[in-house]
């Protein structure tokens, strides 16, 4: 499957995610001053942001197939 340009395996696992170290996060911090991005939103505040976008579990469970089925066809 490919999604914007990456390869992707459907049966893959997503990766754990991972605590950022004290020097990669300086190394962010050093590159959004060098770009001038206003928006610095930490990944520890997007996780979950989306946690009450579907009434139940089943719902985003049929959600996702629905993408799935979908993306399956244009291939």
């Not at 050093?30 to 505040?45: C, D, F, K, S, Y």
């Amino acid at each position: 499957m490919v999604s914007g340009g990456l390869k992707m395996s459907a049966a893959a696992p997503a990766p754990p995610y991972q605590q950022q170290t004290e020097d990669a996060a300086a190394k962010l911090r050093r590159l959004i001053a060098e770009q001038g991005v206003a928006n610095t939103a930490t990944a520890e505040r997007l996780l979950g942001a989306g946690r009450d976008l579907f009434a139940s579990d089943a719902e985003f469970e049929q959600f996702l197939a629905t993408v799935k089925s979908t993306r399956a066809e244009k291939e």
